[in-house]
């Protein structure tokens, strides 16, 4: 091979490599998962999780939405967050006790429970009574809101509940519901309404005087603590409450 084709070759190679090290130098991670300067995490109830969306539409906001008590558990574990929002005031007094999240949690909304079934109705369920008994009813677990919320409205109504199964959130007792996994299943009646014509829904006698009181409080050291700040803001003045109640949420207590 001839002397100068040999050097041309040769400098080909080098302005590529010096191509592409002067990239790989300006190159910047666009991983979503980095999230940006001004993104602010929300740590959510999962029965929240329509409302809040609507809400931040536009926003630089991701959400995390699941059963509150886990939640919680994450937040203990180190997960960063800026904004926990709960179902019930236990969990939140829980997330206050391990100094999870900082200042006074404000109340912003309330939900009370209500039994569904399937279209149809394939269990022949009359209503929060003794015909319960022996079809596939799906409760949330005891230890999240929801499920401590069926507790309490079974304790007072004097029904005996054999759930088939028990959820970590609201959403899996919805969906196991619609999907026609389950006879029956006890949700907020935000949920239910979400739901639409996919379900039929039984009122639930004394749970509308014993709601689920909802919190929400900024994450003790949060990434983004003025981000929590403006969401908080939001979600309890005027546009934030005209969208829970839009959604079927109860005002404050």
């Known amino acids: 091979m001839k002397r100068w084709l040999v050097l041309l070759i040769a400098a080909l190679f080098f302005l590529a490599g010096c191509g592409r090290a002067t990239q790989d130098a300006g190159e910047t991670d666009t991983d979503a998962s980095s999230g940006g300067p001004g993104r602010t995490t929300v740590f959510a109830a999962a029965s929240l999780s329509q409302v809040f969306s609507e809400v931040a539409e536009g926003a630089d906001v991701s959400f995390s939405f699941d059963g509150s008590s886990g939640l919680v558990d994450q937040l203990v574990g180190g997960a960063p967050a800026d904004v926990f929002a709960s179902a019930d005031e236990r969990t939140m007094t829980k997330a206050v006790e391990a100094g999870a999240v900082d200042g006074d949690p404000v109340m912003f909304a309330t939900n009370h429970l209500v039994l569904i079934v399937p279209v149809g109705n394939p269990g022949g369920v009359t209503g929060f009574d003794r015909s319960l008994d022996g079809v596939r009813l799906v409760t949330c677990a005891?230890?999240?809101?929801?499920?401590?919320?069926?507790?309490?409205?079974?304790?007072t109504g004097g029904v005996a509940l054999a759930p088939v199964s028990e959820e970590s959130s609201v959403t899996d007792v919805l969906g196991k519901v619609t999907s026609g996994e389950a006879d029956a299943g006890i949700v907020y009646?935000?949920?239910?309404?979400?739901?639409?014509?996919?379900?039929?829904?039984?009122?639930?006698?004394?749970?509308?005087?014993?709601?689920?009181?909802?919190?929400i409080a900024k994450v003790a050291n949060a990434p983004n603590a003025a981000g929590a700040d403006e969401?908080?803001?939001?979600?309890?003045?005027?546009?934030?409450?005209?969208?829970?109640?839009?959604s079927g949420f109860g005002p404050p207590l």
């Open 142 to 155: 005891p230890e999240v809101p929801c499920g401590a919320a069926t507790v309490r409205v079974a304790e």
């Open 189 to 215: 009646a935000t949920d239910a309404a979400r739901a639409g014509e996919r379900v039929d829904t039984f009122d639930i006698p004394g749970a509308t005087t014993d709601p689920n009181t909802y919190w």
């Open 231 to 246: 969401f908080i803001a939001l979600i309890t003045g005027d546009q934030g409450r005209r969208a829970l109640t839009e």
